[in-house]
């Protein structure tokens, strides 16, 4: 017979307490006229530095409770007869968090992952710790990949049907993906939402409904470039894109061709996209300035390049932001993005602090080019003699 609650002992020696681990985690804490674990108390494993800080009942976990891992990692929750139930929080070594449902010591229900700073990172369910049911995937940029969990994929969106939808959350590409990656999909629009219970966070509780667009009718696929590929389809424009900007002859005397804004277009808001071939940086700076006219570096190792034989949009219109010119005095900046299509690429985005609502219908999208080369060895500026004119005299 279990010890009543009235027999509980406040002694604190250290004892062993057997939980069917590899080791026998040794237990601080108060105990019941038995022995066992009862009140609040610790258990630690001396070999990998995890703890568990809570309160005991004759034995098992009771309570609100904490897990410690040596990995920073943290899971506190409510336990019942030694099992996490009902919503817990895990903190991740990052600090990105989950909260999730769990059942008899399990994930099974609704969750939401969160970045540190606090913002969505995915919705959905568990079934036996496996994600099952709708999920939405939300990427950094504001990208977000949904659909339903294939069984038997270990909780990957696989299949038929599933999206993803650009940061508008409007404009999707819908059609069938292989653990997170386009194999084939269509453009479509979103026209509805139709309710769920199987969204955590209830601002989110819809699974959305979209239309594919006549307008568009392509077929697209996961299509990185290469170093000598550009794009295995040139001229099959990116949708989302084509609805927000457009290539005309630039209002800067002597640039050339230049990106205008489609349609008004909000501050901090996604634009274009820069793809391009993939070079190193030592290709690129060995090169005449002549031949570097489209290229933007895309982290320490890459270059993404449009070359000039890509440079007329009856060669290449796949994407547009090499048509953005220079502009000491820019309304948009690049910056990183995952696209299903190209990959990891650079986009061009309105700037945050751009006043009123951003950009209006028919101004020019420019970026600070931002071009800093010396000549090798020396502390001599190497920078193309257009881009020299524009620097201000000191």
């Given amino acids: 017979n279990r010890c009543t609650e009235e027999e509980e002992e406040e002694e604190e020696e250290e004892s062993e307490f057997d939980e069917n681990d590899s080791e026998v985690p040794v237990y601080h804490g108060s105990r019941d006229s038995c022995g066992e674990p009862h009140g609040r108390g610790t258990l630690k494993w001396p070999s990998t530095g995890n703890r568990f800080e809570g309160r005991f009942a004759h034995g098992a976990k009771s309570g609100r409770g904490r897990f410690h891992f040596s990995d920073g990692s943290v899971l506190s929750g409510f336990y019942d007869d030694d099992c996490l139930s009902g919503w817990a929080t895990y903190t991740y070594p990052d600090g990105r968090v989950m909260e999730a449902e769990y059942k008899w010591g399990e994930l099974n229900g609704a969750f939401v992952e969160r970045c540190p700073d606090g913002s969505p990172m995915a919705f959905g369910r568990h079934e036996a710790n496996v994600r099952t049911g709708f999920l939405q995937l939300i990427d950094e940029f504001g990208g977000v990949l949904a659909g339903k969990v294939e069984e038997g994929s270990g909780g990957l969106l696989s299949g038929d049907g599933i999206a993803y939808v650009y940061p508008d959350h409007a404009t999707a590409l819908i059609g069938r993906f292989r653990e997170g990656v386009m194999m084939e999909a269509r453009n479509a629009v979103f026209i509805n939402a ?84 993939r070079v190193t940086h030592v290709e690129v700076d060995a090169r005449d300035w002549t031949l570097n006219q489209n290229t933007l570096s895309l982290d320490e190792e890459t270059v993404i390049d449009v070359p000039q034989s890509a440079s007329s949009l009856d060669v290449y219109c796949a994407s547009l932001g090499h048509k953005a010119n220079h502009s000491l005095n820019p309304t948009c900046e690049y910056a990183p993005f995952c696209h299903p299509r190209f990959g990891n690429i650079k986009c061009v985005k309105v700037l945050a602090e751009a006043a009123g609502p951003g950009l209006r219908k028919g101004e020019e999208l420019t970026c600070d080019y931002g071009y800093e080369h010396k000549v090798p060895g020396t502390n001599v500026d190497d920078l193309p003699s257009w881009f020299n004119k524009c620097i201000p005299n000191p």
């Fill in 194 to 277: 139709v309710n769920s219970h199987e969204i955590a966070d209830k601002s989110l509780n819809c699974v959305p409904v979209y239309r594919y667009r006549e307008d568009y009718p392509a077929i697209y696929q996961f299509d990185e470039s290469t170093g000598d590929r550009l794009s295995s389809f040139p001229l099959v424009p990116d949708a989302y894109e084509q609805d927000r900007v457009y290539v005309a002859q630039s209002l800067i005397s002597g640039a050339g061709e230049g990106l205008f804004a489609r349609r008004d277009l909000s501050p901090g808001e996604v634009a274009s996209f820069y793809n391009g071939l």
